[in-house]
T-cell receptor, first 111, second 112 residues
């Protein structure tokens, strides 16, 4: 069953803590993306990767880090430097200039 | 100037009417354009893709692209209450490595 799996669905972070959001795909797509969505807002690009072992900053990369060691995996770490991390995080993949496919999202809340 | 701009709405239309959603983009080199629908708390799902100037129809949906004006639109005919959602315009920017850029979305309300 092909698709994109994000985990966990809900995540709670304490102040000053780093947390990692998982994104795994079995679509064999080269490109992977992380977006952040705040209530009533659109999707803002955090990081993206076109190939393994390479990634670029998006518009709001500060306070986040990523890795792309395997084609199927693109984890996002929300570091303590991200002062307002409460949001809905979406991972997406694409191949060439075709549609992007999304995971189910992770809702992160600071407690 | 934002890379992809949409009116945030809400756009309210009566059931059965035509809803018209608009989007402008800044990268003149963009070749690929998409409309996604997003229900509250859910992931976006693809409605239409369009790559050439003109109209593309799929059921009740029509996407329109005008590259000279850097403008893409989505028409929803015979709007239904189930169409009430946020509609996101997405553009692939091609300067350097290409990347998906989304607009802020337009919230559509179809009134029964």
């Amino acid at each position: 069953d092909g698709g994109i799996t994000q985990s966990p669905k809900y995540l709670f972070r304490k102040e000053g803590q780093n947390v990692t959001l998982s994104c795994e795909q079995n679509l064999n797509h080269d490109a992977m993306y992380w977006y952040r969505q705040d209530p009533g807002q659109g999707l803002r690009l955090i990081y993206y990767s076109q190939i393994v072992n390479d990634f670029q900053k998006g518009d709001i990369a500060e306070g986040y880090s990523v890795s792309r060691e395997k084609k199927e995996s693109f984890p996002l770490t929300v570091t303590s430097a991200q002062k307002n991390p409460t949001a809905f995080y979406l991972c997406a993949t694409s191949e060439g200039e075709t549609e992007a496919f999304f995971g189910q999202g992770t809702r992160l809340t600071v407690v | 100037q934002k890379e992809v701009e949409q009116n945030s709405g809400p756009l309210s239309v009566p059931e059965g009417a035509i809803a018209s959603l608009n989007c402008t983009y800044s990268d003149r080199g963009s070749q690929s354009f998409f409309w996604y629908r997003q229900y509250s708390g859910k992931s976006p799902e693809l409605i239409m893709s369009i790559y050439s100037n003109g109209d593309k129809e799929d059921g009740r949906f029509t996407a329109q692209l005008n590259k000279a004006s850097q403008y893409v639109s989505l028409l929803i005919r015979d709007s239904q209450p189930s169409d009430s959602a946020t509609y996101l315009c997405a553009v692939i920017h091609t300067s350097g490595t290409y990347k998906y850029i989304f607009g802020t979305g337009t919230r559509l309300k179809v009134l029964a």
